[in-house]
């Protein structure tokens, strides 16, 4: 079963309105959460790393004040996409990294972002 | 500069042969490589992971890696039409597990029955 839940999985609103993801990590402490964007036909790209008790690391490029990143316990992790706009629709997929030496992170099942 | 090089494809092969595909990056100190399927609309799920030179086996997947050649590759056997998806190749770079990832742009792979 999935050990990352994600949702909404689909979220339609009106340009200027905000929207909140979360992510949860189900059967693990995830003391690092990641969020990525895809567009149509192109991979994906890291957004942020999502630390736990401490200030988001965003990427080169991503605003940090349109895309508000909350990591408040081990389980938990949101991404609130602020004054949301037509170019902000995409595929917003979170990780949750299992702690030890292999590093591997399992994905929610994302959700698709559609602004009108 | 690209970090993680794939063939964007597709690659298409007949149900039963084996798949090939491919992956380059470019950072010399990365120590974890792992190998994504991705179904449209759908989130990655994990296939592969590889952490030392050479083969590593999960029933039809064989995941190879070479360090000295930065590549890393994935041999699917026995390949269904199920199969057909796209495969992210991702390296955690550095020579420490940050946990960053760096995604390929991904092979899209037919499998023809």
């Known amino acids: 079963g999935a050990v990352v839940s994600q949702h909404p999985s689909r979220v339609i609103c009106k340009s200027g309105t905000s929207v909140k993801i979360e992510c949860r990590s189900l059967?693990?402490?995830?003391?690092?959460m990641f969020w990525y964007r895809q567009f149509p036909k192109q991979s994906l790209m890291l957004m942020a790393t999502?630390?736990?008790?401490?200030?988001?690391?965003?990427e080169q490029g991503v605003e940090k004040d349109k895309f508000l990143i909350n990591h408040a316990s081990l389980t938990l992790s949101t991404l609130t996409v602020t004054s949301a706009h037509p170019e902000d629709s995409s595929f917003y997929i979170c990780?949750?990294?299992?702690?030890?030496?292999?590093?591997?992170?399992?994905f929610g099942a994302g959700t698709r972002l559609s602004v009108l | 500069q690209k970090e993680v090089e794939q063939n964007s494809g597709p690659l298409s092969v007949p149900e039963g042969a084996i798949a090939s595909l491919n992956c380059t990056y470019s950072d010399r100190v990365s120590q974890s490589f792992f190998w994504y399927r991705q179904y449209s609309g759908k989130s990655p799920e994990l296939i592969m992971s590889i952490y030392s030179n050479g083969d590593k086996e999960d029933g039809r997947f064989t995941a190879q890696l070479n360090k000295a050649s930065q590549y890393v590759s994935l041999l699917i056997r026995d390949s269904q039409p199920s199969d057909s998806a796209t495969y992210l190749c991702?390296?955690?770079?550095?020579?420490?597990?940050?946990?960053?990832?760096?995604f390929g742009q991904g092979t899209t792979l037919q499998v023809k029955p």
């Open positions: 990780s949750a990294r299992r702690g030890g030496p292999r590093n591997i992170q399992y």
């Open positions: 059967d693990f402490q995830a003391t690092t």
């Open positions: 991702a390296v955690n770079f550095g020579p420490s597990n940050t946990g960053k990832l760096i």
């Open positions: 999502s630390n736990e008790g401490s200030k988001a690391t965003y």
